[in-house]
């Protein structure tokens, strides 16, 4: 498989690496990072990742979202691909986008495989593309793919009211990595007294920054890990850092994620309802059920279709507040722990690859440890 990645594969860890990563075990696969600075002009060779992965960079192209520009930029992931076909003897089964960009056909005689990791056209502000741009690419996208997948049931009814056959692929989790959590060390900038309650991702519009404010204010302490939208509410997140009961430690690689999730004790995920966000699957819900840890999350629709009794819901800041504070009161019972991480290991990453192969209608073969 041809995987034609939205995020570049060393950047955080998405469902496009995840995916890769799972059918990897399958299938051999060749990721191929979407344009990106600093790399070029000649398209590097494959780089071998792991056994049956390798990963193609693009080269690319300063302005690359002007209209100009933009088919350039698209042509070089065009060329891309075909570089990664070669690395599967030219003969791979299935082009996989992660992407509504036009790069179906690139690889004459593979499967076109839509796959839908988020509503890009509910997220067109937030991305800073036109809308109008991606709901032609959409639309285009939608028309000639052979098999359409979609992260959310959200998702999936809106590209089925537009006529379309749509499977549907909930995001997992990698079980493997965060079982050794409690093994994990403790990193040396989380220095808040437990119990803390801790959000691990980009903060970013996507976030309700009135939740976090409530948290904070019952005194809990709160550790903030991953990126900062720079733009992002300035002064409320500004103020809300200056809290002496809280701490945000800024991006942490994917591999010392479970030192972080070792320090805390329940695991939010305060998404402010927005239609980007109504058809996401955050990941985080289940990587924190993975870590054994207690989660408080916003209704999403994702989260409600998990339904599980580990993972407590409320929107508004009081009640979000609420619940955070009497998860944190609870004792630690290794049996709740061990519970969660059940729950989670039957989400795993691999189960979905091996729906994900079934549903694209390849050959299923024998899968590798």
Known sequence: MVVAAGTAWDGNRFPDQHMADALSRWLPVCYVDPPTRGVGPRIPAP???????????????????????HALAVAAWRRSLRSAARTLDGRPEAVIAGTLEPLFGAVPGARRILYGTDDFVAGAELMGIPRRRLERLETRALEVADVIVAISATLA???????????????????????SVERAPVPEDVTLPPPVAGFVGHLSERIDVGLLEAVAARGCSLLLVGPRQVTFELGRLGRLLDRPNVAWVGPKPYAALPGYLRAIDVGIVPYARSPFNEASFPL??????????????????????????????????????????????????????????????????????????????????????
């Open 47 to 69: 780089e071998p990742v792991q056994p049956g992965l390798w990963r193609v960079r693009t080269p690319g192209i300063p302005g690359g979202e002007r209209p100009g520009l």
């Open 157 to 179: 009814e809106r590209w089925r009211a537009m006529g379309h056959e749509v499977h549907v692929i909930p995001n997992g989790v990698d079980v493997a990595h965060y079982a």
């Open 284 to 369: 985080k819900t289940l990587e924190y059920l993975a870590a054994g840890r207690a989660v408080v999350a916003t209704g999403l629709p994702a989260v409600r279709w998990l339904g599980s009794p580990f993972v407590r819901v409320a929107d508004d800041p009081d009640a979000f507040a609420d619940a955070v504070v009497d998860a944190l009161a609870q004792p630690h019972r290794p049996q709740d722990a061990a519970a969660r991480r059940e729950f989670a290991a039957r989400h795993s990453w691999s189960a979905r690859a091996e729906t994900f192969v079934e549903v694209a209608g390849l050959t299923l073969p024998v899968r590798r440890s």
